[in-house]
C-alpha cells in the first residue's frame, strides 16, 4: 500500500488528469449518454446475432454504403450482451473505459518515446478535448479508434527501432485500427515508407511478417470476400484506385475550388472541436501553434534531430490530411485518429519552450483545462442542448420517450419522423434498442404512428394533432 501512495505522489500530475478524463466521460453517462441511429444499429446487428448463435464478418455501413466496416465493434457488443444480459450502460461504460485508456496509452507513448512535459500536455489535452469526451460518451465505433491509433503509433516507432517481431505488430495494429474505420486505410503507407527507409522492401522476410499481420487483422473480411466474389476488401482496393484515377483533370472527382473548399469547412469544424467547443480565438491559437510546431519538425528533421514517434505523428497528420481532400467528402467518423495526432503535435511544439514561456504555457493550459470542463459540462455533455455541437436527446430522455409511447398505444407503436434523416432505415435504430431492453418491439405495420420531431417542427400548425413536449424533442400524434 505504502508503494501505491509514493507512486501516486511521484505521478500525481498523470493521476490527476486520469482521474478528470474519468469523471467527464462518465459523469451520469446511464443519462446523458449519447446515442442515436447508427450506434444502435449496431447493437441491434449484435442483438440479432447473439439470439441467432451467428457470427458476423462485417459491420454497419461507411460512409460509402457499397463497404462497411468491420464486425469488431459488433463483436464487442455481442460479448457485453451475453456477460449482462439487457444490462445496456454496461456497454456505455465499457466504451467510456476505452477512452480513458486511450488518454493513459498517450501518456505512456509520449514518456517512453519524446518526453515527460509532452506526456502530460499531450494526455491532458485529450482528457478534457470536447470531441474525445463526446465520442467516450457513445457505444459507437469511432470510440476505440484513438486508442488503436496510439497503439498503431507505438508499433511504428518499435518498426522505426527495428525490433523483434516489429513488422507483424505494425501491420496487426494497422488492421486493427482499419477493422474501425476504412477512412484509415492510406496509414498504410507509412509502414512502406519506413520499410523503404530501412531498405528492407525487396526482402522476403518483409511480406511474410506484413502477411500474417494482415491476414491476422483482417480475417473477417477475409472469409467474407472468399465467400462472397472479393466483394468487399477486393471492391475497396479497386475503388480507391478508381478514386485516385479519377483525380486526374479529365476525371469525374478532380479537384476544384468548391471541393477544396467544403473539406477545408469540415476540417475546420472538426478540428476546432478536438481541443475547444467552436472558440474562435482558441481555434486560432489551435491552428497558429500546429503551423509553429510543423516548422519546428521540419527543421529539426532536417538537423536529424526529429525524434522518431513525432516524426511518424507528423506524417500520420499530413497522410489522412491529403487523403480527405482527395476523398473530396469527410464525414466526423473520419477525424478519431487526429484526436490523438494533433494533441501530440501540440504537446512537443510547446515542451520545447523553456523558463518563462513554458511556466506561461503550463497556466494556460491548467486554465485551458479548466474552462473546457466547465463548458462540457455546462453544455450537458452535447445531448438535449439545441447548438451546433449536439447529438440530440441523451439515452435517459429516450427511456422517457418509450415509456411514455408503450403507455400510449398499449405496446402497439410505430415510430416516424418529418425530418430528412428519417428515410434511412437505422434512423430509429437507437430506440428500438431502448425498446429491447423494456421488452417491447416496434410494430412497423400496424403499430400507432408517433411522430418523433425537433422543436421547430411544422407538425405543430398542423390541425388534430396531439402534441407532448419533452425537453428536447417532441412527440407528436394523430388524432
Not at 70 to 91: D, E, N, R
Not at 174 to 199: D, S
Not at 282 to 293: D, V
Not at 464 to 477: A, E, G
Request: proline share 4%; charged share 15%.
Amino acid at each position: 500500500m505504502k508503494i501505491i501512495i509514493q507512486k501516486v505522489k511521484q505521478n500525481w500530475q498523470i493521476v490527476a488528469i486520469i482521474i478528470l478524463a474519468t469523471l467527464l466521460r462518465v459523469w451520469q453517462l446511464n443519462d446523458l449518454g449519447i446515442f442515436f441511429g447508427d450506434a444502435g444499429h449496431d447493437i441491434l446487428s449484435a442483438i440479432k446475432a447473439v439470439e441467432t448463435k451467428t457470427i458476423p464478418l462485417l459491420g454497419i455501413e461507411s460512409s460509402v454504403p457499397r463497404f462497411r466496416q468491420g464486425p469488431v465493434t459488433v463483436w464487442l457488443h455481442m460479448l457485453l450482451l451475453i456477460l449482462p444480459g439487457k444490462s445496456l450502460f454496461i456497454h456505455w461504460l465499457f466504451f467510456a473505459v476505452l477512452g480513458v485508456a486511450a488518454v493513459i496509452a498517450t501518456y505512456e507513448f509520449c514518456i517512453l518515446y519524446t518526453n515527460k512535459k509532452t506526456a502530460l500536455l499531450a494526455s491532458l489535452f485529450l482528457a478534457v478535448s470536447p470531441l474525445a469526451v463526446a465520442h467516450s460518451r457513445m457505444a459507437y465505433h469511432v470510440t476505440p479508434i484513438p486508442l488503436m491509433s496510439i497503439l498503431f503509433l507505438a508499433a511504428l516507432v518499435r518498426l522505426t527501432q527495428q525490433k523483434k517481431h516489429a513488422l507483424f505488430w505494425a501491420a496487426l495494429a494497422w488492421a486493427g485500427l482499419f477493422q474501425f474505420e476504412l477512412a484509415t486505410a492510406p496509414l498504410l503507407l507509412l509502414i512502406i515508407y519506413i520499410l523503404y527507409k530501412q531498405k528492407k522492401l525487396q526482402l522476403k522476410t518483409t511480406y511474410n511478417s506484413v502477411l500474417k499481420g494482415l491476414v491476422l487483422g483482417l480475417l473477417p473480411q477475409i472469409f467474407y470476400d472468399l465467400t462472397h466474389r472479393f466483394a468487399h476488401l477486393g471492391g475497396f482496393i479497386v475503388w480507391i484506385a478508381y478514386r485516385v484515377v479519377s483525380l486526374a483533370p479529365t476525371g469525374k472527382h478532380q479537384f476544384s475550388l468548391t471541393t477544396v473548399s467544403t473539406v477545408a469547412q469540415t476540417f475546420n469544424k472538426y478540428f476546432s472541436r478536438i481541443l475547444t467547443i467552436e472558440n474562435v480565438f482558441i481555434t486560432i491559437l489551435l491552428f497558429a501553434g500546429l503551423a509553429a510546431t510543423g516548422f519546428i519538425c521540419w527543421k529539426q528533421y532536417q538537423n536529424k534531430k526529429l525524434p522518431p514517434a513525432i516524426e511518424i505523428t507528423a506524417l500520420a497528420t499530413l497522410l489522412l490530411t491529403v487523403s480527405y481532400f482527395i476523398h473530396g467528402g469527410p464525414s466526423e467518423a473520419y477525424f478519431p485518429p487526429f484526436i490523438i495526432f494533433i494533441p501530440i503535435l501540440l504537446a512537443y511544439g510547446l515542451s520545447l519552450l523553456k523558463n518563462t514561456p513554458w511556466r506561461f504555457v503550463v497556466l494556460s493550459s491548467i486554465l485551458f483545462a479548466l474552462f473546457n470542463t466547465y463548458y462540457i459540462f455546462s453544455n450537458n455533455f452535447f445531448v438535449g442542448e439545441n447548438n451546433s455541437f449536439s447529438y440530440g436527446y441523451g439515452i435517459g430522455e429516450q427511456r422517457q420517450i418509450i415509456t411514455y409511447i408503450d403507455n400510449k398505444s398499449a405496446h402497439n407503436f410505430a415510430f416516424t419522423t418529418s425530418r430528412e434523416d428519417g428515410k434511412f432505415e437505422n434512423y430509429f435504430d437507437n430506440l428500438r434498442v431502448i425498446a429491447w431492453q423494456q421488452g417491447l418491439s416496434e410494430n412497423k405495420e400496424s403499430g400507432q404512428t408517433f411522430f418523433i420531431e425537433d422543436k421547430e417542427s411544422l407538425l405543430q400548425q398542423y390541425p388534430n394533432i396531439f402534441k407532448v413536449t419533452f425537453p428536447s424533442v417532441d412527440l407528436y400524434q394523430l388524432l
